[in-house]
């Protein structure tokens, strides 16, 4: 029956985060230890150690790992008020790419796997990261364009090649990088391995300065030389890297529409703040209606990405691979909130190009996620090649 | 629980009547009954009568009054099947303004009263018209600016003014008018009343041809002169005018989102057929992306629309008002379906421009839909208000 | 050097036009002799009656054909005047699809050609229509998929096809027809013909319902069957019709935006007076920001269209093809127009929905030119390609 | 006579200032002297003796002061070839906020303030900023909202207050300051004073983080702790500072246009190169009608932007204020470069998000212009305003 009324316990355990987001995280928001690539990793930690107290630490984890085994919905609920702040996921161990790394492992991952990377990860006591991003010629907006390579030797995968835009290389411990598998016994194509990031020839180049900076870590530049990974680090089967990739990107590109709701409404809140009380020619701006225009479309902009986002979770919640919704939830969302944040800039005005409010971080965040986890043209692509198609079935 | 799973009745119930919308009533489409202001009576009537022998009359209605007493999500649904013909909600009795008419007489007449108008009305016996808007110095989108005066004399209210855009006047059996009571025993201000359309003095001067042309009876422009009304014909309470038409206005703006949803998602579906048919520049036009787009925009637009009317009217259901979360439902809906009927004339070029389909009748619905029941203008400025107190009171 | 200053003539020919439409034109907008399908000729032969006496029929025609021979830049200038009428540009003999006629009659037809068909329709005896467009699968925004046929046979073509949305064909005197000639002395290909409107086998099918409804004569559905044209009858050469459909393109589109522009204005000074007279919510409208930025991004529209359009003039009078600066123009100009429309539809609210005032014609004309004379997609096909091959060559 | 053909003088000169920028200018940009707050002051010292040693320094100025005396129109074709290095306007010392001091001087000041401040700010020998922006609830988009005083006293006056997002101040040598005079002998009212950035009292308390990072010294907070500031350093007379700011403002907004449509040109060309290289799902991404039709609206807005600037320029020329028209140019130029920018940036991709290209960085100044010298809110008010005036008194 068609219902939007979270239950007491989500209800319960939303309060509970947004508390802790308020008192305990948005106080760091100032701390010195974060930079131009996502706070340190002591920060993290610390925060990491706040979120544990409060019983808040990778709550989407399952319960044998330590968490709570939130379904999809709890977490549209949770991850949304934990997004609040910029380092609230962070601290609660529920961003991006462990989140969707932890996810995958889940999945996938053999219980050997699963004891020696999930374990640490699900705890915290380590990051991960995703290598899948190649420069031009490769893998970007299309995997099938795949350079890497991973040739078979003795028992192991030797990968060469260059990733780039690796969000969180810098101070993880591990990552799961596509290479294309050329021979070997177990099959050949898009393949994912696992490799600790001191795999010899495993090398950070540089961490690539960007508009978003947010993320643990940044994004990083990576050359694999020749670097061998023993054939049981295969994540899954050979050949199957781009399915995989798939079973990781629906859940993922959603929980990054609910921890942006957050930021989104954080930013939102701030800018409506400020329409309040900030006068001009004679009045609260905020009484202004190019003002308060801007922050209706606001309230509607972020009202509907909350229940496109409630939609897929349901979905996937129900068993649903929701490829094509998730699909249509990341581009409906991500465009959304972008246009939140820009407007919530232009109400702040001179003060919204300023760090003196998170607004002007949230802005930047938000141009970001209309590229990263699919830009919005290759989702629209997709849809409309799905609208176009099932149009002529039902001829 | 949030769940987006209508129950297996509305599914039955949404069934049967896209059953009967394909069959029965889109082949009266090209019927030459319709003009430029609507099908004719004697087309309603037929339609009505095939609605009947369906058991899909005024589903809305009580059942006391011969309707099946839907709930307002099974309307979200019902309605929205039976919009994807504009002669559907005519067919089925749940179209604008008789729907919301039977809404208000539901919450508001007296038995006497409703006896005498609902239950004809109720049964599609009548039709009905709703009198409030008039031109310029007026009430417009400003209701306040009401100068329709109704004087009390001799148990009876006689009310002199000029009422425009009233759709349905023509053909119409009887009325509510707003008038702003100036004197009597019961007190003062804008009331409504009950008049039949042959009152001495009520006359219609004219059908206003307007860009849109699905409402039976088009858009009428009255007269009151001296139109003697007794005194048992208020509707409700003298003075509280204003407030019954926010108890009517609410879920009747619903309603219309439920409906030209149905609507918009023909219109999709004529669009995403002819891109997969015809071609241009090597091959279907749906094949290229700056058509495909468009109708990714449309799936989007369609699916948000859906869920922001599905919210609300499950709002409704729980006994919310919903004033401000309707206000932007209507907002985000009319100009969502807008944007969706725009992009299908545009995907079928010139044959968009033409009646060879029933889009560019659809279109100019939608362009209207913008105006009717609150421009978008005077939404965003009441939503926008209502944000800027919210965060004047979360200080 | 670098001036936006018009001659003392164009000031003084301008306002002479300016009169002339408010004086003699307007007054007609209200005859009962405009229906669906344009004025009907009769008023259309008043109307240039009208205009020849004050010697301002056919501007831009050539002095030996009896007009003015005015430049683009001239041609701009005149014509927005001239379109502040929906029927000024047909008094003045300046509409399409005439006005482009006329154009490529002068520029390709023999001498005998124009003695036959050029000077009759110069000087507004008979009315013409070019026939090129094609229901599916036929030409349409890919000209090249011209299916209407041309035998050779006995010093004709015998012509073959169906053609609609044939602007004006109803009353016209002759038409100009593409059709793709597959054998013959001269060679085949896409080929122009003149050819009578009597010509046996040619028929009007029907006249097609469409949104836009000011061109006169309507648009019509042609069927060309075994329809026999003297070889003399070829415009130019055989096979080198797509080439001058492009040399008829370029000026006629530019003309279009021309028009329209003065149309828009019209619209915007409707909207704007309204908006200064009705008042809502304790003020006029127009001091509501929400109206006020409406009118104020007409300003930026109609001016920045007005530039963009003297800009491709003044490309044509030094002799440029100006085919992508033409594109870039009707593109930003019929979409920066259409939104005048709209936004006027809007500010005049539910009036603006009805024939009480000329802008819900021009809300329709202006939907209908986004799509005539290559839709926005085309447009922005054509320059978006020739950017990257610019880009391209550039390295 | 309209036309839009530079002069031969003005082609010359754009050539040699756009060669100027790509040899001499470009390879600065990865200068480790950059940073958040602009570059360092040594590095613009290196590029101002570039440009004197080319003669292009100061092109604006009027060679009494050893500039190049430009005209208007000369500007907007020098400044955007200027432009399309963020660098190009620093180093030919035609950036804000000198050049408005520079303009604004040549236009107020007195022969002995141009002699100690106007002649080594045009020589590049100083710098200096414009002290009028305050915190809430000072003057911001309403200047009249100033909160900073002076107070007469023994032929000084006492200026006190806060200043922020003041541009350049770190590593001026004076600055124009606006403040309110409460008292003394020649009235009162907002009113400008030249100071040197040395004088006791004036402190910088901070240098803002923000958004934008191109301009040189970046945005500054400023005290003004009781700075005494000598009677004939009143710039023009006290109580006309509002006046002045205007004629600062129109064509200081103007040259903002003409160095941003440089940069968003830069932005364009990187895009469109990006655009036939990268590939994506079989093709150059700039095949996919996805990716072309961003670069086709980048082309339209770049050329209605050059179209809408180049018009101002001329209007100014003509000794025209041009308030209205600049307010419309500025308001139409920086949303359409931003939407430029904003396409580029997705056309890039995640490359788009890094500094791997400058890209990255003209998106954030875009961002930033839709703010400075009136946002775009303010300039829709004002154009808005006097468009419904006009039509009340064409009335």
Chains 1, 2, 3, 4 share one sequence.
Not at 109 to 116: D, G, P
Not at 170 to 179: C, L, N
Not at 294 to 305: C, G, Y
Not at 336 to 361: H, I, K, N, P, S
């Amino acid at each position: 029956m068609i219902d939007f009324t979270p239950t007491p316990e989500q209800l319960a355990l939303k309060q509970r985060v947004e508390q802790f987001i308020r008192r305990r995280i948005i106080p760091f928001e100032s701390d010195l230890r974060i930079g131009p690539h996502g706070p340190r990793d002591d920060l993290r930690i610390e925060l990491n150690t706040l979120a544990r107290h409060e019983g808040l630490l990778a709550p989407q984890v399952d319960t044998r790992y330590g968490g709570m085994g939130l379904s999809h919905v709890d977490r549209a609920i949770v991850f949304e008020a934990a997004g609040y702040s910029l380092l609230g996921p962070i601290s609660m161990h529920c961003a991006a790419p462990d989140e969707g790394n932890m996810h995958l492992l889940e999945a996938v991952a053999t219980s050997a796997q699963k004891e020696r990377w999930l374990c640490p990860l699900a705890t915290a006591k380590v990051r991960s990261c995703f290598a899948m991003t190649e420069p031009a010629p490769g893998a970007g907006a299309d995997p099938r364009q795949l350079v890497t390579v991973a040739r078979y030797e003795a028992d192991h995968y030797v990968v060469t090649g260059v990733k780039w835009l690796i969000t969180g290389a810098q101070g993880a411990a591990f990552t799961i990088v596509m290479a294309n598998v050329v021979d070997g016994p177990n099959g050949t194509g898009p393949t994912m391995f696992l490799a600790d990031m001191n795999t010899p020839g495993l090398r950070i180049e540089r961490i690539m300065d960007s508009l978003d900076q947010s993320f643990i870590g940044g994004h990083a530049q990576l050359t694999f030389n020749q670097v061998r990974i023993p054939a049981d680090q295969v994540l899954g089967a050979v050949g199957e890297g781009l399915r995989y990739a798939q079973v990781r990107l629906a859940p993922a590109r959603l929980t990054h529409c609910m921890r942006w709701l957050g930021a989104a409404q954080r930013a939102n809140d701030i800018a409506s703040t400020h329409a309040g009380r900030r006068t001009a020619f004679g009045k609260p701006i905020g009484e202004h209606e190019g003002v308060s225009f801007m922050l209706a479309d606001n309230e509607v902009d972020l009202h509907l990405s909350r229940l496109a986002t409630w939609h897929v979770a349901w979905l996937l919640d129900r068993g649903d691979r929701a490829g094509r919704q998730s699909s249509m939830a990341k581009l409906a969302v991500s465009e959304a909130l972008y246009r939140v944040a820009d407007r919530c800039v232009q109400v702040l005005g001179g003060l919204g190009l300023t760090r003196d409010t998170v607004v002007e971080r949230i802005f930047r965040e938000l141009r970001a996620f209309r590229i990263y986890d699919g830009p919005s043209e290759v989702h629209r692509w997709s849809i409309g090649r799905a609208a176009v198609k099932a149009a002529r079935e039902a001829e």
